[in-house]
């Protein structure tokens, strides 16, 4: 069974950085695919950004040249820099990981991101 676990939220003030990070228990990026998504109060939860297992990536348009998807080398953990924060990025940021066929194997229970002055 897979588990991922994420930790980097926090409050931090417009224009500020966070690192959020998306730890497995055994090398699994290599395998299969992972996306950041997130969810704000009364919103549908969306795609943030996405990386393959060859490390292909892609990125929601509100986020793209502020937020870098990656993995380390050991393909356990997959990180979300996120740059150039705005009140509007906040929300619980959950990571997904999925079959390179887009098939379900675990959500990760979310860290919150709050961006606010």
């Known amino acids: 069974q897979v588990q991922v676990v994420e930790s980097g939220g926090g409050l931090v003030q417009p224009g500020g950085s966070l690192r959020l990070s998306c730890a497995a228990s055994?090398?699994?990026?290599?395998?299969?695919?992972m996306g950041w998504y997130r969810q704000a109060p009364g919103k549908q939860r969306e795609l943030v950004a996405g990386?393959?297992?060859?490390?292909?990536?892609n990125y929601a348009d509100s986020v793209k040249g502020r937020f870098t998807i990656s993995t380390n080398n050991a393909k356990n953990t997959v990180f979300l820099q996120m740059n150039s924060l705005k009140p509007e990025d906040t929300a619980v940021y959950f990571c997904?990981?999925?079959?390179?066929?887009?098939?379900?194997?675990?959500w990760g229970q979310g860290t919150q991101v709050t961006i606010s002055s």
């Open positions: 997904r990981v999925a079959t390179t066929t887009g098939l379900l194997i675990a």
């Open positions: 055994r090398s699994i990026f290599s395998i299969y695919n």
């Open positions: 990386i393959t297992n060859g490390g292909s990536t």
